[in-house]
């Protein structure tokens, strides 16, 4: 299992960036933070030690009782998405209910990081949408006569 901190993010596009001797290198740019500590996991208490994170922002008015209460508790206002991240006791010891974390806490300049993300699902569509299928001369969806 992973025991790195990180960050909560959003895909924004790819882009490219023009390096020094003049090579074109592909890039994703993420939006990633700020995050926020809305919780902590202890080994006493929860049988491990965690720190949940909360990201992005949400309307007060689709927010579940439940979790606006939540959020109320801690004086945060409603957050999109609450995550988990399994760390060391002595690193989830060092942060706040309430703390504001940014890229500047979490990483350094040139670190190699790890990125996971969930593709869109397409479910049942068509093979024009869900493939990129050019369909035929007749400007049909995906047909083959």
């Known amino acids: 299992m ?3 901190p990180g960050l909560i993010g959003k895909k924004l ?3 490219q960036v023009f390096l020094e001797d003049g090579t074109v290198s592909r890039v994703t740019a993420i939006e990633a933070g700020p995050c926020w500590v809305v919780g902590k996991r202890t080994a006493d208490k929860n049988g491990y ?3 949940q994170l909360a990201f992005g922002s949400k309307r007060a008015k ?3 009782k439940p979790e606006a209460g939540f959020f ?5 206002d409603p957050k999109q998405v609450v995550l988990e ?3 060391p006791p002595e690193l989830v010891a060092k942060h706040q209910v309430g703390q504001e974390l940014n890229v500047g806490d979490v990483f350094k300049e040139g670190q190699h990081v790890d990125v996971v993300g969930t593709s869109k699902g397409r479910g049942f569509t068509g093979v024009m949408k ?3 299928f050019k369909g035929s001369r ?3 969806h995906g047909t083959h006569e």
């Open 2 to 4: 992973n025991h790195n």
């Open 13 to 15: 596009g790819t882009t």
């Open 49 to 51: 030690s965690a720190l």
């Open 62 to 64: 689709s927010v579940r």
């Open 72 to 76: 109320k508790k801690i004086n945060l």
């Open 85 to 87: 991240f399994r760390l």
């Open 130 to 132: 869900r493939w990129n």
């Open 138 to 140: 007749s400007l049909t």
